[in-house]
């Protein structure tokens, strides 16, 4: 059999060789997930160029148009018209050169996959390369409908190179109709720009939303400048430059093949969520969990609780070690030298950690506290923790005058009132009271609590002002005084009390705002000076959200928009007003929930607002490390009993664990 007669059996059989423009199409599927996946690959066209200006511009989500200019090398007439040719790029030329990769765009397949699925229009200038060449005066521009080109023009354009998309995937229907809100592609885009800003600081990038302009990075030598220009200046300010050649004493020496720099943020400065990370590999963003699990691993032991750190971390490594072909996408890389990498990264990052003072500093003039502020502790961090007890009441009470009446004068010049206002509330149902009602049925787990071995531990006669009186639900105590200024130690029938006092305030706080809430009496404190709050582009679109800003106000925040990415903070809930002073922290938690309420369909708006609540609560309750005088101990622990659920915090962590009497006398072997 011929070859001729071979392919046309084949042809005419089950199998069949699939027609170009479906072969793009599918291509366009591996490629092009979403609009955000075309201003990555454009972008990274776009670098290759060598441009150090970038302009992207998108309208309703990147779905109706997508426009990129960049002041590049540009491209000639046949190169334009080859480059929406599958397979067709200027980045490989043999076998060899796939395994040394050093450029972003290299497999040919972007504007080939574009352009399959939309309308696009290139239009592109070479630099001046003759007296006499026409590309002096004139640029191409083609324009392409589906994969085809459709019209060749010349146009007045500068040197670099312009792509508009438009219609993106009107002709893959199912694709389009899979497609996400506007808000999260809105989000995916603004990712994806941020990380090249990020990466590349000698390049100036602006993005521009439906004619509004969200992000602008100007070209800067300095990668700090760069970072406060897209984050802020607060978030610049809590970050530490990692270098390679950084090390401790006990370190040995950085493998020279391997580089590790950028920025790491303080522990104390960790997030509640992973949307400040960004890490680079060669020059690409990338998402490697050998990477990430290294650096973790470096601020073990630092981190709270489900708090992750912040960092703009630039990996580089052998081209030739690494494989970046793993998915069309590119955003996945194959390392070789695994065990080496993941200890280099650890290091560096480590080094960083251990060379830098990671004590937090607060300008405690500014602030105002309802609690005396903390002693300055100039012990080693080494050194064993000591106990520590309050002194007597008589002079805890002088202390305690002379704090108020400062506390009085500063209220004075930082806030101009404190207003009640009345907040409609979306819920049908009224709240319980918090206030402990008379109850003549004791359940037995209340019946241990409130048992009394033997006589009361002070007669009311002889009452003094460490005595907080027991109530259904919590048992008399006299109170001995704070140890290391984190627990409360307190005598009761039957044994000892150890309280938790960030815990006893969060749960009252937390019950007074609720029911404040519920019942449409929220209590607000306008500020006399509005703070300004800045935030990351992708946060300040949620905040822009009109519903979002809506939820805030009906929890005693009002905030407007102050420009591009700044909002201005005027009142606040006021339980916030005695112990918080900066609110961006607060206001960035408040929107990660305003964000993961968007993504939960099945989660309620009563749910959010709860969250948002117990958040606040926590933030604005009294901290470990806080010094508390005798009657705010007992001042504190009798609003406690009070609380309809004095056993936990809202996250469910104890407040207070009791040590009986026979428990003690076991420890010191006092049983016969």
């Known amino acids: 059999m011929d070859q001729d007669s071979s392919v046309s059996s084949i042809s005419t059989g089950k199998i069949a060789l699939l027609p170009e423009d479906l072969i793009n199409k599918i291509a366009a599927g591996e490629v092009i997930e979403r609009p955000a996946s075309v201003i990555k690959e454009l972008i990274e066209n776009s670098i290759d160029a060598d441009a150090t200006s970038i302009d992207i511009e998108v309208k309703n989500a990147g779905k109706d148009l997508i426009k990129i200019k960049d002041n590049g090398l540009g491209m000639s007439k046949e190169d334009a018209k080859l480059s929406i040719l599958r397979h067709a790029t200027s980045k490989l030329r043999t076998t060899a050169d796939l395994f040394n990769i050093q450029s972003l765009g290299f497999r040919g397949e972007a504007l080939a996959s574009i352009s399959a699925v939309s309308f696009t229009t290139i239009t592109t200038k070479q630099a001046s390369q003759g007296h006499d060449s026409i590309q002096n005066t004139e640029a191409t521009k083609i324009t392409v409908h589906a994969g085809s080109i459709v019209k060749e023009d010349i146009a007045a354009h500068g040197v670099g190179t312009t792509i508009k998309v438009q219609n993106l995937f009107f002709n893959t229907p199912a694709r389009k109709k899979f497609m996400k809100s506007n808000h999260l592609e809105i989000k995916h885009i603004i990712n994806i720009i941020t990380q090249y800003s990020l990466l590349h600081n000698n390049i100036s990038f602006t993005l521009v939303i439906d004619g509004k302009q969200v992000l602008s990075s100007p070209n800067t030598n300095d990668q700090r400048a760069n970072i406060a220009a897209i984050y802020g200046a607060p978030s610049a300010k809590q970050l530490l430059e990692v270098k390679t050649n950084t090390t401790t004493d006990n370190e040995e020496n950085q493998n020279p093949n ?48 489900s708090r992750h750190p912040s960092y703009v971390l630039k990996v580089e490594l052998d081209p030739k070690t690494i494989d970046v072909n793993v998915h069309p996408s590119k955003t996945e890389v194959k390392i070789e030298q695994r065990e080496l990498v993941f200890k280099e990264v650890y290091r560096a990052v480590k080094a960083t950690l251990e060379s830098n003072s990671l004590i937090p500093t607060g300008d405690f003039k500014s602030e105002q506290l309802s609690f005396a502020a903390p002693e300055k502790d100039t012990r080693d961090l080494q050194e064993p923790r000591k106990y520590q007890f309050e002194p007597s009441s008589q002079t805890v009470f002088t202390n305690e005058v002379a704090m108020a009446q400062g506390l009085q004068e500063s ?55 460490n005595f907080v009186e027991g109530s259904i639900k919590f048992p008399e105590m006299k109170i001995l005084g704070q140890i290391h200024k984190t627990f409360f130690v307190a005598e009761t029938p039957g044994g000892m009390l150890l309280i938790d006092q960030h815990v ?25 000076t509005p703070q300004i709050i800045t935030l990351a582009p992708s946060k300040a679109q949620i905040l822009l959200n009109e519903d979002n800003l809506t939820t805030l106000e009906g929890l005693g925040f009002t905030i407007s928009h102050f420009g591009a990415n700044d909002f201005s903070l005027s009142t606040i809930p006021s339980i916030l007003g005695r112990t918080q002073k900066n609110y961006q922290e607060l206001i960035e938690q408040t929107i990660n929930d305003l964000e993961n309420y968007t993504r939960q369909s099945q989660k309620t708006i009563h749910n959010l607002q709860e969250e948002i609540i117990t958040m606040m609560s926590c933030r604005a309750s009294v901290k470990a490390g806080d010094t508390m005088t005798i009657p705010q101990i007992k001042n504190l622990l009798k609003k406690l009993t ?31």
């Open 411 to 465: 209220e004075t010049m930082e806030q101009t009132s404190t207003a009640s206002s009345t907040v409609q509330s979306p819920y049908s149902y009224s709240p319980k009271t918090s206030v402990v009602q008379e109850n003549t049925s004791i359940t037995s787990s209340e019946q241990e609590d409130t048992a009394v071995a033997g006589p009361s531990i002070i007669t009311p006669e002889h009452q003094t002002d």
């Open 258 to 305: 391997i580089s590790v720099t950028g920025y790491v943020g303080k522990p104390l400065a960790a997030k509640s969520d992973k949307s400040a990370q960004s890490l680079f590999v060669n020059g690409r963003y990338v998402k490697s969990k050998l990477i990430s699990d290294a650096i973790y691993e470096a601020y073990h032991s630092t981190l709270f609780t």
């Open 504 to 528: 006893v305030e969060e749960r009252v706080l937390y019950e007074q705002f609720m029911n404040e809430y519920l019942n449409k009496q929220l209590k607000t404190q306008t500020l006399l």
């Open 642 to 672: 009070e609380c309809t659920l004095p056993y936990t915090c809202p996250h469910g962590r104890a407040i207070v664990i009791k040590i009986s009497a026979d428990e003690l006398e076991k420890k010191f072997l006092r049983h016969g």
